[in-house]
């Protein structure tokens, strides 16, 4: 989902260009309207009302066939960071996107919005969160939020997720840095404490321009 996203929105930003420079713009408009519909038609789950990754599944059959990847996380949540949904389906899919990113039980967290659900979109606990290198699987990354709080804030029936999301943010990182001095790469989405690389003034120096409303 992330990478025919990010296509999509490289294709939007050569057509600005293109418009800018006054240059034909007939092919290009064409494209990211096209790469739009296909994000949606491709990635759209109807049985869990999210986008998911498509892979060969195993089952306990013993079968295996392409399937939607069954995962709620921030690939879920991609069409609407980088504004490419369908212009007449968009009203339908962000709502439920919004109900994703304001549950607790999914991806809203006293840090900020995990990486990934605790929970499977079918219910139960996802097999895959928190485990392995645990590094996309459940902690809090700024520059993703970062991200959902520029979509959230153009929408005011997600005014409330928005308000809830950033003061968490801005709570957690404060804190981390009035406790031990630095800005750190990752936050615990459990105990919001600061997670692998430090100083990381890098993505998580984004909290200044969320501080400021700046997206």
């Not at 404490?193 to 200044?208: D, E, M, R, S």
Request: aromatic residues 12%; hydrophobic residues 40%.
């Amino acid at each position: 989902v992330d990478l025919y996203c990010w296509i999509t929105m490289m294709h939007r930003v050569l057509l600005q260009v293109h418009q800018r420079l006054n240059m034909d713009v007939d092919g290009l408009a064409g494209t990211v309207e096209t790469l739009r519909r296909h994000v949606d038609h491709i990635h759209w789950d109807n049985a869990t009302r999210s986008f998911a990754d498509r892979g060969y599944m195993q089952y306990k059959s013993g079968k295996t066939k392409a399937d939607f990847v069954p995962h709620y996380g921030y690939v879920t949540l991609f069409p609407l960071l980088l504004d490419v949904l369908p212009a007449e389906l968009g009203a339908e899919r962000r709502q439920a996107l919004f109900d994703i990113i304001g549950s607790e039980k999914f991806l809203m967290s006293e840090a900020g919005l995990r990486s990934l659900s605790p929970t499977a979109p079918h219910g139960g606990n996802d097999p895959i969160y928190g485990t392995q290198e645990d590094y996309w699987r459940g902690k809090v990354w700024v520059n993703i939020n970062y991200l959902a709080l520029a979509a959230l804030r153009k929408y005011p029936e997600s005014a409330n997720t928005y308000t809830d999301l950033r003061a968490n943010l801005i709570d957690t990182i404060t804190a981390g840095y009035v406790s031990k001095g630095f800005l750190f790469e990752q936050y615990d989405d459990k105990n919001r404490q600061g997670l692998k690389h430090k100083p990381f003034a890098g993505w998580t120096a984004l909290v200044l321009l969320i501080m400021a409303e700046m997206y």
